[in-house]
């Protein structure tokens, strides 16, 4: 990830998250959905990779609230999967949360999502329940997963 850089998202990189996030999710999150979690949500932290031309190639959120990260979404765009952007992300990410307090982290992945569910085992993740028919356009269910960073071996 030598030509990566990681920056804090700004409203202005929101157009070119929003072409990721529509080629990446079978229900994407708006324009507006990411602008408000930029300008009103204050538990709300976002970040961008950005390539040597300054373009957004991927980007991650997480909500901190006291000691515990909720991931709220992480995406790469499609030339760059399988590359480790994912990883480097999710790694920066969980840095920069841990930063300002975070000690534990928390997400939910649908069982299909095998990439997934595989970067977010290498990060130390487990499964710790279930959310029934949580995703509303497929009626599939959420794994919930744990990490605590006493227990991460890549942090």
Do not use: C
């Not at 507006?32 to 932290?45: C, G, M, P, V």
């Amino acid at each position: 990830m030598d030509k990566v850089k990681f920056e804090k998202m700004m409203v202005e990189h929101l157009d070119q998250v929003i072409l990721i996030e529509n080629v990446s999710f079978p229900t994407p999150w708006s324009k507006n959905a990411f602008d408000y979690e930029l300008t009103y949500n204050d538990f709300a932290h976002y970040i961008v990779a950005l390539n040597d031309n300054k373009q957004v190639i991927g980007y991650a959120g997480v909500w901190l609230i006291l000691d515990e990260g909720h991931i709220t979404n992480i995406a790469t765009h499609p030339d760059w999967r399988g590359t480790g952007l994912g990883f480097a992300l999710m790694q920066e990410l969980i840095s920069r949360a841990a930063l300002v307090g975070a000690e534990r982290f928390t997400l939910e992945v649908r069982p299909s999502n095998k990439p997934a569910r595989a970067l977010y085992k290498k990060f130390g993740f487990v499964k710790k329940g279930l959310r029934k028919q949580y995703y509303t356009d497929t009626q599939e269910d959420a794994i919930i997963m744990w990490m605590d960073l006493l227990s991460q071996k890549n942090y």
